[in-house]
């Protein structure tokens, strides 16, 4: 069985791959943007399965299907939910939201397996790319209420330059350089907050981009972000996340 993964973020697709291996697959080809399944599909025969992630770091993976015309079956890999239970009603084998769960990649493989000589009907690759073009966007935090003494303070999300965390606790920091005190996890801050706009740059500091200042080279090819109101500590983008950090800010 000839098995593709197409995943841009290469740790995720070698752990797939770990995975897959387990459960007595192997997994010899893994493709990370669209220009190199491009070419790697054109250039060799159909495979019987895609694991195929939907948003590449060169743009959405059907584009390689619009290029190239493939009846392999496909299990989406996602971590957007909306993406991912549309795409299950357009005749893919399967999906999986990120991180994937080793029980249900079994049961996705296992779905696979069985349907594996039958005619299924053919993903409707068009249909799918309209789906990501006009899905409705996760609803994110637009403001936050703060309590000071005795009063609620609410915040709009775009008064906000950064969040940070400091003696196990989180902190927000305004425009105008204001601190204050927030009742919630950086984790679950990161969850809450429009990917756009805001970015966790380290284990404790959550900037809004509109709010950068400057981007310095810093030692151990990490880098310095500058703020125009926070002065509090150094900004550092840790080194893991350097890279997600400059495809973040273009």
């Given amino acids: 069985m000839e098995i593709v993964i197409v995943e841009d973020e290469k740790p ?11 459960l007595e697959l192997e997994v010899n080809t893994l493709l990370h943007s669209v220009n190199e399944g491009v070419t790697w599909f054109k250039e060799n025969p159909e495979p019987d399965l895609v694991f195929l992630d939907i948003q590449l770091s060169d743009g959405i993976s059907l584009e390689i299907f619009e290029q190239v015309k493939i009846s392999s079956a496909v299990i989406f890999t996602t971590a957007y939910d909306e993406y991912a239970l549309k795409a299950f009603k357009l005749n893919s084998v399967d999906y999986l939201l990120k991180p994937i769960d080793e029980e249900e990649l079994g049961n996705a493989v296992n779905k696979f397996k069985e349907n594996y000589h039958k005619n299924s009907p053919q993903i409707d690759f068009n249909a799918f790319r309209k789906i990501l073009e006009t899905g409705s966007k996760p609803d994110y935090k637009s403001r936050f209420t703060i309590r000071v003494g005795q009063h609620l303070k609410i915040i709009a999300a775009n008064e906000i330059c950064c969040f940070y965390s400091e003696n196990k606790a989180s902190y927000l920091t305004t425009t105008t350089g204001r601190n204050y005190l927030v ?10 907050l429009d990917p756009e706009k805001f970015f966790r740059i380290n284990r404790k500091s959550i900037l ?10 810093y030692t151990n090819s990490r880098l310095e972000v500058k703020l125009n109101t926070f002065k509090d500590f150094q900004l550092i983008v ?13």
Avoid at 12 to 22: G, N, P
Avoid at 208 to 217: A, F, G, K, P, Y
């Fill in 12 to 22: 995720a697709a070698r752990r797939l791959q770990r995975m897959l291996k387990k």
């Fill in 238 to 250: 840790s080194r893991e996340r350097v890279r997600d950090f400059k495809t973040w800010i273009s």
């Fill in 208 to 217: 809004n981009i509109d709010c950068i200042e400057d981007i310095i080279s």
């Fill in 183 to 192: 009742d919630i996890s950086l984790e679950n801050l990161e969850k809450e």
